[in-house]
């Protein structure tokens, strides 16, 4: 740039440039009073052109002097620590954009105490050169914008990591909690959006090996599905399942997805029109905790000794496992009564119940099979299902306990 330009021009420049950019995100930018007190802007989420009170703080800087400290990778910003303590303890989550104004390109960083650190007087962040503010860097401002939906509304399930060697999937599993303000479809549109955007950076993996093939790439693609409880997840009454995909993921390995409510960032909802006839239905059969004891006390002490008996009959330990004997024995089983629906202070046991005779289930399962074809990997299968089953008999036999 061959002549100086003004700071005053130079603010100016950034401010345009970055509304500009919000503009193409379809995100709203409103620029703060001229007053100066570290945040010059904020951004505020959209949802199919809908604003949705998501906000984020936003402190601009323009002009050559923001990069003086930069390389191809980083860029160092530097900034006081009244700054540092104004930014830190703001009720918003704040972003630095640093605008390059010859090649109108925009950085952003977050700056909070996580990334910020102290050099002497002052405090430092690392803002990578790949954080351009362009349509890709969309679902990431939606993940760090100010949360709609508060943590205690809803409950996480389960959480799993289901990425293969060439993409990063996860998965969750939520439950909505009662409260004073009903859910809407709106709310759970929010709460699936929000649950996205912490997945795709989620740190859970299911392996080591997961870890390392994946720990340095967000998710590319994330599933969602919301419950009103643990029983209507196990009865398939969902709310509504969600699954997002990564634009940019190549065809080939683009999941077969189902149909819904789309969006241009990739995300399908799903709802689930017959979800409160079911749950009707499986509230009607929600039976008295006495009642619900009453019949797991009776699958207790029905499986316990059928997998006590058998457990240690592998061949890999006391010798060749009677394999007819236990499908006989299993017969039992046959002879339980019909699940009932527990009351809500029986939910954790009540899938426990579930889990064991699953368990169970397979059990029998890969017993027939070894019968058929005496294949060491039916006799393998049959002994994990067996140690399966006989923890969970641990579990209930602590979970009728604590319910009592």
């Not at 950034?14 to 570290?38: H, N, S, V, W």
């Not at 949705?52 to 980083?74: H, M």
């Not at 959006?193 to 093939?213: C, D, I, N, V």
Request: aromatic share 8%.
């Amino acid at each position: 740039m061959s002549t100086k330009i003004a700071s005053g021009i130079l603010g100016d420049m950034g401010i345009a440039l970055t509304r500009f950019r919000c503009g193409q995100m379809d995100l709203i930018f409103r620029e703060k009073p001229t007053q100066d007190y570290g945040i010059d802007a904020e951004i505020e989420i959209t949802r199919e052109g809908i604003a949705t009170g998501q906000l984020i703080s936003v402190q601009i800087k323009c002009g050559p002097s923001q990069f003086v400290e930069a390389n191809e990778d980083r860029i160092i910003f530097r900034f006081k620590e009244r700054h540092y303590d104004y930014w830190t303890q703001h009720s918003l989550p704040v972003i630095v954009v640093l605008v390059d104004p010859v090649e109108e390109v925009c950085f952003w960083g977050v700056v909070n105490s996580s990334n910020a650190t102290k050099v002497k007087t002052q405090y430092m962040i690392e803002v990578p050169r790949s954080q351009v503010l362009n349509a890709s860097a969309r679902q990431q401002l939606v993940a760090i914008a100010t949360p709609l939906i508060a943590s205690s509304a809803y409950e996480v399930i389960e959480e799993q990591d289901q990425s293969t060697s060439f993409k990063r999937v996860v998965s969750s599993s939520l439950k909505l909690l009662p409260s004073d303000k009903p859910w809407t479809q709106h709310s759970v549109r929010q709460l699936i959006l929000e649950r996205t955007g912490e997945l795709r950076g989620s740190s859970y993996y299911r392996s080591e090996q997961s870890e390392a093939l994946h720990s340095t790439s967000a998710a590319s693609e994330v599933w969602v599905y919301v419950y009103h409880s643990e029983h209507h997840k196990a009865r398939g009454a969902y709310v509504a399942r969600a699954l997002w995909v990564d634009p940019e993921l190549s065809e080939d390995l683009r999941p077969q997805g189902f149909d819904g409510e789309g969006d241009p960032t990739g995300m399908v909802i799903d709802w689930n029109d017959e979800a409160q006839e079911l749950i009707r239905l499986i509230d009607e059969r929600r039976v008295p905790k006495s009642d619900y004891l009453e019949y797991a006390r009776k699958v207790f002490g029905t499986v316990e000794p059928l997998v006590s008996r058998h457990r240690y009959l592998h061949p890999a330990q006391h010798g060749q496992a009677n394999y007819p004997e236990f499908i006989r024995d299993a017969e039992v089983l046959q002879d339980l009564p019909e699940e009932p629906v527990p009351p809500h202070e029986c939910e954790r046991l009540g899938q426990r119940v579930e889990e064991l005779l699953a368990y169970l289930g397979s059990a029998v399962i890969f017993a027939q099979r070894v019968v058929e074809g005496d294949k060491q990997t039916d006799k393998v299968a049959f002994e994990d299902y067996l140690n399966d089953a006989y923890t969970k008999t641990i579990i209930i036999r602590y979970e009728i306990d604590l319910v009592v």
